[in-house]
Structures are given as structure tokens and as C-alpha cells.
């Protein structure tokens, strides 16, 4: 859950990491309507090896100076590569406190790593009499590692989230389903939204735009026959010849499938900039993210909390020492 803030504020920095690059863009609350403002990216890179967090937060901070990017509370979209994905129906009348055992059990069986060495993020959705959840996963390590590195460019961040899902439809109970796909020559990313929530994410390599056109119509035909008739829309965002292409490629696929094709920004718009204006604009708008990784933030309570027992358990080991 995101770390709470005395007062909202009225811009926020919006924050893209690529697998080279970081993006950054103001957005600013006006009246009644959320502006970009001033915008810029730097060479970025992690994880990354015996970095040196200090110097890395140096480059970052004299890179928001120098391009007058004057916010320091920032959502940021975190590397489409960094995400793992699952989707599992839950078991009819399975009780609020089974549910967690249940998808604890289920992220241990799905992802290749411990879960405890996870960041979990879950979207609930709803597919004809059935629930599934969406759970999706970044390794903490990386987390940190970001974390370290803004907290030295003397950022704040308030979200780590998804990009692409602020792009296609709204995930809304009464929402039409959709489909959104960033492509880009660092690779692709698909999300499908239906039943009020997330129903399926993928990370592709770059490839050709018929490889990105199959790997499409193969998740779609994967989700529940129920989320699948209720998708109507394809949001496609990207670099401009990438995006014609694919487009040329599922076209006939997408009028089969009663979906309406929706081009997404300008093309002179780098697909990362929309990713940082969509989610600074939904933090803005709702004060929180569709999907949420920042690890919570340890209270005054929990930290002294964790101080004492440590002083009790150096003096026990005194103790038993001493005895010995």
C-alpha cells in the first residue's frame, strides 16, 4: 500500500524505468484538468552490480535540476521486464482468511522464486459465477535497489506500479473489457482488463509484429471464455512504425473479434513519457494505483517494537552466555 502524505499535493513527478532509461515528467493539477509539464529522461540501468547508490542518486538528482523538474514526490512504472504473472480461479465459497492461504500457496507453485522473496500486487476480477485474482510479482531485491537510489536523489515515492494499465479501460466492475499493448523495440507488453480488475499481463522480447500478433491471440484465447467475450476495445501505444505494423497484423483478428482499435498518444511521444503522465495522472486523480508494490511503511510503534525485542534478545543471549 502506498505511504500516506499529510496533504495531497498538486503535481507529481512521473516516473518511467526502462531496462536503459529512466523518464521523468511534472504533472500538474489544474482546475479541473491534470497538464503534463516539463519532461526528460536519463541513462538508467538496474539492477546493476556493486552500484554505487550514492553516485547513482547524484546523476539522477543533478539530472532533475538541470531539467527544472522541481517535484520530489513521484508514482513510478516500473520496468515491464521486472513483473511476473499469474491468474487463478478461486475455489466457490473459499472464506476472506483461506483466500490469502490459498494464493500464498498458488504464488509459491507459480512464480520461480520464494514468495517471501516477492513484492505481491493482486487484482480481483470476475468471470461468469467465478472469481479469479491476478497476482502479479517483482523481486524485493530490485525494489531496494530503486528505493535506494531515488531516496538519494532525495525522491519520494508514494507508488511503484504498472504502466500499460493506465492506458487501455478503466478496470471498473460495470467497465467493458479491454486490451492494452505497448510495443517498442526494448519489447511488448499486453494487459487485458474485464470483471472489474486485471485478467491477464505479459512481458514479450522484442520481436516482430506478427510474433507480437499470435503471442496476442494465444492470451486471449488463455483467459476465461466470459472475460473474453466482454473485451471491446484494443488500445495500442508505441513507436510509430512498430504500432502500423502490428496494427496491419491483428486488424482482421480484432474486427472478428468486435474490438474497436484505439491509437494511444502522438507519435512524436515516447511510449515511456505516457507511461509516467498515465500513472501520475491516476495517482492524482484517485491518490492511490490500480496496482500497488511500494512495500508499506514501517510505523513509529512497529520500529520501536522491533528495537526492543532485539535489546531483549542480545541481553538473553548475555544471559545464556554468562550461564554457559
Known amino acids: ?125 470476475r468471470a461468469g459465477a467465478t472469481d479469479h485474482v491476478t497476482q502479479l510479482a517483482v523481486r524485493r531485491e530490485q525494489l531496494a535497489q530503486l528505493s535506494a537510489v531515488l531516496a538519494a536523489a532525495e525522491l519520494s515515492p508514494v507508488s511503484y506500479t504498472v504502466g500499460v494499465v493506465g492506458l487501455g479501460p478503466k478496470a471498473a466492475p460495470l467497465s467493458p ?10 519489447g511488448s507488453v499486453i494487459a487485458i482488463t474485464g470483471g472489474g480488475g486485471l485478467v491477464a499481463f505479459r512481458f514479450l522480447p522484442a520481436g516482430s509484429a506478427d510474433v507480437l500478433a499470435r503471442e496476442l491471440r494465444i492470451t486471449v484465447e488463455q483467459i476465461p471464455a466470459e472475460s473474453r467475450n466482454g473485451l471491446k476495445e484494443l488500445a495500442l501505444a508505441g513507436e510509430e512504425t512498430l504500432v502500423g505494423a502490428f496494427q496491419a497484423a491483428i486488424g482482421g483478428w480484432a474486427k472478428n473479434l468486435g474490438l474497436a482499435i484505439r491509437l494511444v498518444g502522438t507519435p512524436r511521444t515516447a511510449i515511456a513519457d505516457q507511461l509516467a503522465v498515465a500513472v501520475a495522472s491516476q495517482w492524482l486523480e484517485s491518490g492511490s494505483s490500480a496496482l500497488e508494490f511500494l512495500p508499506p511503511r514501517p510505523t513509529r510503534w512497529s520500529l520501536w517494537l522491533a528495537r526492543y525485542n532485539s535489546k531483549r534478545m542480545g541481553g538473553g543471549v548475555l544471559v545464556a552466555a554468562a550461564a554457559l
Not at 473489457?177 to 526494448?186: D, K, L, N, P, R
Open 1 to 125: 500500500m502506498p505511504w500516506p502524505l499529510k496533504q495531497s499535493p498538486q503535481s507529481v513527478l512521473g516516473l518511467c524505468v526502462t531496462a536503459d532509461r529512466l523518464h521523468a515528467v511534472a504533472v500538474h493539477r489544474r482546475k479541473d484538468a491534470l497538464v503534463a509539464g516539463v519532461s526528460g529522461s536519463i541513462t538508467f540501468s538496474l539492477p546493476a552490480e556493486g552500484l554505487d547508490v550514492a553516485q547513482a542518486g547524484a546523476a539522477v538528482r543533478e539530472f532533475l535540476k538541470t531539467t527544472g523538474l522541481r517535484e520530489r514526490t513521484c508514482v513510478v512504472a516500473l520496468p515491464a521486464g521486472w513483473i511476473m504473472s499469474q491468474s487463478v480461479p478461486l475455489p466457490a465459497g473459499i472464506t476472506p482468511a483461506d483466500r490469502d492461504s490459498f494464493l500464498e500457496i498458488e504464488a509459491e507453485k507459480g512464480f520461480p522464486c520464494d514468495p517471501l522473496e516477492l513484492q505481491l500486487a493482486r487484482s480481483a476480477f
Open 177 to 186: 473489457g479491454g486490451i492494452a499493448v505497448t510495443t517498442e523495440a526494448g
